[in-house]
């Protein structure tokens, strides 16, 4: 049997409430049509959500309280981006 790659890794086992944070950091390049920014701000905040999810060590509520930071700080970077390129041209 194949041995499963790093992705495939970090998202076995995700508890099923952190589904929606990693699904909105997924969704920014989905909303945006693509682009190297927004697919990089989409994965980097759905592996940072992820991470934090699975930190067994953290209260759920914390975990919870920092994937919410996550999502909120993907979706603030692509607002910021958006706005500079706007500006820009």
Same mark, same amino acid.
């Given at each position: 049997?194949?041995?499963?790659?790093?992705?495939?890794?970090?998202?076995?086992?995700?508890?099923?409430?952190?589904?929606?944070?990693? #699904? /909105? *950091?997924?969704?920014?390049? %989905?909303?945006?049509?693509? &682009?190297? +920014?927004?697919?990089? $701000?989409? !994965?980097?905040? @759905?592996?940072?959500?992820?991470?934090?999810?699975?930190?067994?060590?953290?209260?759920?509520?914390?975990?919870? #309280? /920092? *994937?919410?930071?996550?999502? %909120?700080?993907?979706?603030? &970077?692509? +607002?910021?981006?958006? $706005?500079? !390129?706007?500006? @820009?041209?």
């Amino acid at each position: 049997m194949a041995k499963p790659n790093a992705i495939t890794e970090l998202f076995a086992g995700l508890p099923g409430w952190a589904w929606p944070f990693v #699904a /909105l *950091c997924l969704f920014i390049p %989905v909303s945006t049509l693509g &682009g190297a +920014v927004p697919v990089g $701000l989409g !994965l980097a905040g @759905a592996i940072g959500a992820a991470t934090v999810a699975k930190d067994a060590e953290r209260p759920k509520s914390t975990r919870i #309280a /920092l *994937c919410t930071g996550v999502t %909120v700080l993907a979706w603030v &970077g692509l +607002v910021a981006t958006l $706005l500079v !390129l706007r500006r @820009a041209g």
